[in-house]
């Protein structure tokens, strides 16, 4: 059931504090809370006025959204996985590369190695099933196999 509204005014007004509200919760990117206040039924006027305003402070903002995402998640994902992930998410290219060139500073070899070593793995005692199994899991976090291969 829509509400009514008597005014513009007044359903931008209501679109703002739904926009807060979402954000309240769990950071969102431009994409993602423009998706959710659409599907909510605000018209798409409606829409921009309420993330203009959420911008004005800063409370959307899609270099900080991709910045902790790097952050977070540069130890275990590739830099291919990560840019997957945003691109999914709505960021666009200019900002996911300005997140990952102010983020990230790892070498992915020395990331796979790391993985490596945190699941126990002897390249001299592993057998071929092995050497499968943890091809697979570094190629799920991103990695090239070329990359991998040369490590193992």
């Not at 390249?123 to 199994?133: G, I, L, S, T």
Request: glycine share 2%.
């Amino acid at each position: 059931m829509k509400k009514e509204y008597e005014s513009l005014d007044e359903m931008i007004k209501d679109a703002k504090k739904r926009a807060l509200s979402i954000l309240q919760r769990r950071d969102k990117t431009t994409k993602e809370l423009t998706d959710k206040l659409t599907e909510d039924g605000f018209p798409s006027s409606v829409v921009n006025a309420a993330i203009e305003y959420v911008m004005s402070y800063h409370y959307l903002d899609d270099l900080r959204y991709a910045e902790n995402y790097v952050r977070y998640h540069k130890n275990q994902k590739s830099k291919t996985a990560v840019k997957l992930y945003l691109r999914e998410k709505g960021v666009d290219a200019e900002t996911i590369d300005t997140a990952i060139a102010n983020e990230y500073d790892n070498d992915e070899k020395e990331m796979i190695r790391e993985l490596l070593k945190k699941r126990h793995y002897n390249p001299e005692e592993a057998d071929y099933k092995e050497k499968n199994k943890m091809i697979a899991y570094c190629m799920r976090r991103g990695f090239s196999l070329e990359d991998i291969k040369s490590l193992l």
